[in-house]
């Protein structure tokens, strides 16, 4: 039996350890603090190749290429787009509020899907150089168009080069006929000592925009039903749907609502009408008039690259037996305008209400990236009223069409990398 005095002196000492333990936890901990120095180490060199490479340039034109990459994917661009404009809503919240309610559907068939200017993808030659070499950039265009003789004019630039020292060629405006499919190429030419010379960077990524100016149009038609206002209090009284028996497929029964069609294009002219349908000519509360509101909006489509550069004419097809009530449009006879059936009135937005439109910006003088957005994006164009004069009896369906004229810069990118000297 032991003493007591062993005892306590084991409770001071602790327990005994093992021998082989001990080792492996001093070989733990000599390899924890290689570790540490391993990270700590790449970390110094991972910041010296950061200095070196933004030293020599080459942090920029890694970034300048990936811009290039992402504005030109058309599986990128549309996600990115995507993310910038939910970042501006948590900005700005009211944006979600302003874009509700504004649906359309594509018209789909071949010759709607093709309509616009496509680039397709950029050569340069060559596309590492010094600056005091040539640069050429060969782009192949296509375009399609809705309307006669459009107008298409060409344009190159990068930052800080004179407009002197690029050669545009085709450099004359171009004429395309309706409803025709044309090709071009797009020739830039960079002169000797365009860029300015390296100085302290031995490489420096430059991003060359090639921009197509051209006008285009685009429509939108929306179906609208109506039926006299006796015969549809009669039926809501009875629980009856209107339109029940109707097959549309852009009608929501539900909401008694229906969403407009468009034609393609870079943007998208989109009309929207907030009431339930049918529409009547008087309201189902008093012998007043029913008064409606229409929205038109003109909207950039995703998959298109460039910006809204300025709108030429606004027109709003109406049938016989509605009439448009703003002050800002005016109605103009069917033998002026080309593009209406004998059987629509022909409304059309005043050159005023036109010159604001395109004038905007002049409200976004202390913030122009807002008015670049607003170019970009699109933005409402008018809410004008009307009303219904007389109806015949019973269900008819109809339809209110819109159609804008509007300049678009389309535009595409190409990264060249300039090298102070070859090796």
């Known amino acids: 039996m032991g003493k007591v005095g062993d005892f306590y002196r084991g409770i001071r000492e602790g327990p005994r350890r093992n021998p082989v333990l001990e080792v492996f936890l001093f070989i733990g901990g000599i390899l924890k603090w290689v570790a540490a120095g391993v990270v700590l180490l790449f970390l110094v ?87 005091d070499n040539e640069i050429i950039l060969n782009v192949p265009v296509t375009i399609s168009s809705l309307k006669d003789d459009s107008k298409l004019t060409f344009n190159c630039s990068s930052k800080d080069v004179s407009p002197e020292k690029i050669v545009i060629s085709p450099s004359e405006e171009i004429r395309i006929s309706k409803n025709q499919r044309y090709g071009f190429t797009l020739t830039c030419t960079f002169l000797q000592n365009a860029f300015q010379q390296l100085t302290t960077e031995e490489v420096k990524g430059r991003a060359i925009k090639l921009n197509a100016i051209y006008d285009f149009t685009t429509k939108s038609y929306l179906d609208v039903y109506t039926m006299p206002a006796n015969s549809l209090q009669d039926l809501v009284t009875r629980g009856i749907n209107p339109l029940e028996q109707e097959e549309n497929s852009l009608l929501n029964k539900q909401t008694r609502q229906t969403i407009a069609e468009s034609t393609n294009g870079p943007m998208r002219t989109i009309l929207s009408l907030q009431w339930q349908q049918p529409l009547t000519e008087k309201s189902l509360f008093s012998q007043s008039d029913q008064i409606y509101t229409l929205g038109l909006k003109i909207q ?70 807002k008015c670049n957005q607003l170019f970009e994006n699109g933005f409402i164009v008018a809410f004008p009223k009307f009303k219904v004069n007389s109806l015949d009896a019973g269900l008819t369906k109809d339809s209110i069409g819109a159609e804008i004229d509007y300049d678009f810069e389309a535009e595409t990118q190409k990264t060249i990398t300039l090298v102070k000297e070859f090796a």
Request: with cysteine; glycine share 6%.
């Open 45 to 131: 060199l991972g910041c010296t190749a950061i200095i070196n490479a933004n030293s020599k340039g080459v942090t920029q034109l890694y970034a300048s290429q990936a811009e290039t990459a992402i504005a030109n994917s058309k599986i990128l661009n549309p996600i990115y787009s995507s993310l910038q404009d939910t970042f501006k809503i948590v900005k700005d919240p009211s944006l979600a509020v302003r874009d509700y309610g504004w649906k359309t559907e594509v018209i789909n068939n071949k010759e709607n899907q093709e309509l616009g200017l496509r680039f397709g993808a950029v050569n340069a030659l060559p596309s590492r150089t010094t600056v």
């Open 300 to 369: 950039k489509a995703s998959s298109w690259q460039g910006k809204l550069s300025k709108i030429n004419s606004i027109h709003i097809f109406l049938p016989n037996n509605f009439e448009l009530i703003d002050d800002s449009f005016q109605e103009i006879s069917n033998e002026d305008n080309l593009v209406s059936e004998n059987s629509y009135k022909t409304y059309a937005l005043k050159q005023g209400k036109i010159d604001e439109l395109n004038g905007q910006c002049k409200y976004y003088q202390s913030d122009p990236e």
